[in-house]
């Protein structure tokens, strides 16, 4: 059973939509000049200061393309969840997740306290959870 309302559930689609939308126009935004990128740096002349710099801008772009990709699948995933009436609900312990955290984060598929002990044991070794 949904554990939020019809009209916060249209709400929080609103926003899912609103999000994916963007995050795709994002995404191809930055695969576009990723391409017009690597274009202008395998044609100019470089020495190793501007080939360090090039290598950190790309892995800096890298980054933020790869966390829009994946905040773009998870307001997919949300999205396919309010689809089949199992939005709303901690996919670890099975309770309700707050509006309020649904409202911040619309594709968020844990309550608060399942959501850090999830980040806290998949921390990545040499990115520590906060």
Request: glycine letters at 8%; a negative charge.
């Amino acid at each position: 059973m949904p554990s939020i309302d019809p009209a916060s559930a249209r709400e929080l689609r609103g926003l899912l939509q609103q999000r994916e939308a963007e995050l795709g126009r994002a995404i191809a935004r930055e695969r576009g000049e990723s391409s017009e990128r690597s274009a202008e740096l395998g044609a100019a002349v470089h020495d190793r200061g501007d080939e360090a710099v090039a290598d950190v801008l790309a892995d800096t772009q890298g980054a933020l393309a790869s966390r829009h990709y994946e905040e773009w699948r998870a307001a997919l995933a949300a999205l396919e969840r309010l689809d089949r009436g199992e939005y709303g609900d901690c996919s670890d312990c099975g309770e309700p997740i707050a509006l309020a955290r649904l409202r911040a984060s619309p594709a968020a598929e844990r309550c608060v306290g399942c959501q850090e002990r999830w980040d806290h044991s998949h921390a990545h070794p040499s990115h520590p959870a906060l």
